[in-house]
């Protein structure tokens, strides 16, 4: 019996270890896209009705924005090929839960190789069709 439940703990915990590896692929393949300025490539991780919120944080207080996805992948694509930036992706935590997931990713932000701002993203991800798509997005800004 003891090898019963040993054996089900080690498939449960390998089915959640290859979860957790596709989510965070999923998100490691948006940021590939959007240094690659791709926008393509973004809506391809990303649910058709995605909806992105952003918390900035300065010395004139908190502002809540929204943005639509659709203004987003176009700022992604337009965005001067003289410019270089990065977002530095510091850590994943991945909660998962059946068909939703909840990706947190505290990052910096560079541009032209300065930090320009630092936070945390809050990925939200369902799994559609067996594959992880980004249906939610909210993330802070601090200078």
């Known amino acids: 019996m003891k090898r019963i439940y040993f054996l089900l703990l080690l498939l449960t915990s390998?089915?959640?270890f290859a979860q957790k590896k596709e989510i965070q692929q999923t998100i490691?393949?948006?940021?590939e896209a959007f240094h690659q300025r791709d926008s393509i490539k973004l809506q391809s991780v990303c649910n058709e009705n995605l909806v992105l919120h952003s918390i900035s944080e300065s010395g004139n207080g908190t502002k809540f924005s929204i943005e639509k996805a659709s203004n987003f992948y176009k700022s992604i694509a337009t965005i001067p090929v003289?410019?270089?930036?990065?977002e530095k992706i510091l850590?994943?935590?991945?909660q998962i839960d059946g068909a939703m997931a909840h990706v947190w990713t505290p990052y910096e932000f560079y541009v032209n190789d300065k930090l320009s701002h630092s936070g945390v993203n809050s990925f939200q991800l369902f799994q559609e069709n067996g594959?992880?798509?980004?249906?939610y997005i909210?993330?802070?800004?601090?200078k």
């Open 91 to 94: 850590s994943y935590n991945i």
């Open 14 to 16: 390998h089915f959640s």
């Open 131 to 135: 594959v992880w798509k980004v249906v």
């Open 82 to 86: 003289t410019m270089k930036f990065e």
């Open 28 to 31: 490691e393949t948006f940021f």
């Open 138 to 142: 909210l993330d802070t800004r601090r």
